[in-house]
Each structure stands twice: as C-alpha cells, then as structure tokens.
C-alpha cells in the first residue's frame, strides 16, 4: 500500500463529490458551473470556511481551496486538512514557485492557478479523486527547466519507478510493469525521497515529489499527461 496521507480511491461507480471553499462568490459560481458540466462531478457545499463547508459535505472526495481567505493565507489549514486525508487542491491566484511548492510540501493533491480554464480544473479534480497527480500548465512552466544546485542523482531505475508511479495508481502496477516486486519499487521511491531530503528539498508527499522531479528535469510534464493510458495498461487481465 502506498504511504500517502490521502483517503481510499473514489469509486467509479457514483460522481466524485467535490467541496469549494474561497471567499469570493463569483469565484465560486463559476467553478461550480465548470464542474457541473462534467458528468462525473459533483458540488456538495460551497463557502468561504472549511469547516462550516465540511460540516456541510463530510463526504467530500475533494477540497477545491483558495489559498487566500479573507485576506490570510492558509497553508496551516491546507496542512491540517490534508493531515486529516482530505484529498485538497489549491485553487489560486498566486503562483510563483516557492508558494506552489510551499503548498504541495504541505500536503495539496495538486494546484491549479484560478487563471486556468475549465478543462484543467475538470481535469485536476478528476485527477486527484483518483490519486494520480495532474500538471496544469502554470505548475508545468514554473517548475521545467529550473536550474538547481542542489539537484539529487537518481539512477535510471529510480527514475522510471518515480514516473511510472507518477502516471499510475499505486506500487503494485509499478512493479507489475518494470516486473519487479512491489517492496523493491518502495525502495526506488524511498531512495529518491531520502536523497531529496539529503539535498535539503524534502518531498514527503507524491504530489511534492512530482514537482520537485519536474523542476529537476528528471520528469516532463507531459509524460505525466499520458496517465490514463497508462492506468489501463495496468489493469490485471480478468
């Protein structure tokens, strides 16, 4: 099973339940008339505070959340649900690199800039219902070619694990596709978060780890694109 603080995957069978918190009222009506074109989503509750928001819709399979309420940014909050195994992306306008990392070091599923239109918030939100990461293209144009000093050697191996878990859902399809087993794809993985930690990036969660391997140069951003594909390769033969 892998490590990630994030709640069981969303089942196929019903639309992902989504909960929108941000404190402005036209922000949250657009949102939600993007959502509701797409069949597979659902708005449970809107409102500018979470708690309230979740009292409304415990069952929520993701936290669409503004980064700025009320003029406060909200990382502790962000850090707090995400503990919690709320499955949250970061709704926001401010997206430089350090706040984008800041916010996926504390535990975002993903983070889509509020500029971003309706296909890449339909496409985030589906993406982290399911656990697999998603790279909107201002994630994707902050972090590529970002020249780091202080950049870990992954080997070959590291890095095609680190990737194929990227497009895929858990360890054990990793393992299936390089044939090898599960406990040595924790180990690539493990190794690749040690030396970033080593390196003084720590990347506790998928999501950080995605984008300090993006910023790196280790992982493109559209290979990561390819992830449905990839999912269905995975699938066991009945």
């Known amino acids: 099973m892998d490590a990630d603080p994030v709640a069981q995957d969303v089942s196929g069978d019903r639309p992902v339940g989504v909960a929108i918190v941000d404190d402005h009222p036209v922000v949250i009506d657009g949102v ?6 797409e069949p597979r989503l659902r708005v449970l509750a809107t409102g500018d505070d979470s708690d309230q ?35 949250v992306v970061v709704y926001s306008e401010h997206t430089d ?19 971003e239109g309706r296909e890449h918030c ?48 858990s360890k054990a399809s990793v393992a299936r596709r390089m044939r090898i087993s599960e406990h040595t794809v924790k180990q690539y993985v493990d190794r690749a978060r040690i030396k970033y930690t080593r390196a003084g990036r720590p990347a ?7 984008a300090r391997a993006i910023e790196d140069g280790l992982v493109r951003p559209e ?16």
């Open 223 to 238: 290979e990561i694109g390819i992830y449905r594909s990839q999912a269905a390769a995975d699938r066991p033969t009945p």
């Open 97 to 115: 690199p350090a706040t984008m990392l800041a916010a996926l070091d504390a535990g975002a599923a993903a983070f889509l800039a509020k500029h």
């Open 204 to 210: 506790a969660t998928k999501a950080a780890l995605l």
């Open 122 to 169: 339909v496409a985030t939100v589906l993406a982290a219902a399911s656990d697999r990461p998603y790279v909107p293209p201002a994630l994707a144009g902050a972090m590529v070619g970002d020249p780091r000093p202080d950049r870990p050697a992954l080997s070959d191996k590291e890095r095609e694990a680190l990737l194929l878990w990227f497009q895929s859902m």
């Open 53 to 87: 928001v979740l009292r409304d819709a415990p069952d929520a399979d993701v936290v669409l959340l503004d980064l700025r309420l009320h003029g406060r940014m909200v990382i502790d909050k962000l850090a707090e649900l995400s503990a919690a195994g709320r499955r």
């Open 32 to 37: 939600r008339a993007w959502l509701a074109s």
